[in-house]
């Protein structure tokens, strides 16, 4: 099963604005895709209480995973999308 490990970017770690970004490109994947830190089960990306129970800081090492046709590519994308500061995207785009 493909995977990708990716330090968590934003600077309030997987909480709020951040998480609720990364479920939501996560549900839109045309597979199921799911995440887990170091120790943990994986649970389903797509669901953001999942996402918040894992408790991902800034600087913590996260692993997503998928299965099917076109995963490499939806995993590159959310892996991409996890290593950015969400919170700093949201401060520029207001000036």
Partial sequence: MPS?????GSRT??????AALF??????APLPVKINVEGRKPVPANSMLSVLSLGARCGTSVTISAE???ADAVLDDLAALLAR???ADEVGSDG
Avoid: E, I, K, S
């Avoid at 990708?4 to 968590?8: A, G, I, L, Q, Y």
């Avoid at 770690?13 to 951040?18: F, M, Q, T």
């Fill in 68 to 70: 099917g046709d076109g």
């Fill in 23 to 28: 479920v939501a490109a996560a549900g839109a």
């Fill in 13 to 18: 770690g997987l909480h709020a604005r951040p």
């Fill in 85 to 87: 500061d969400l919170d």
């Fill in 4 to 8: 990708r490990t990716v330090t968590v």
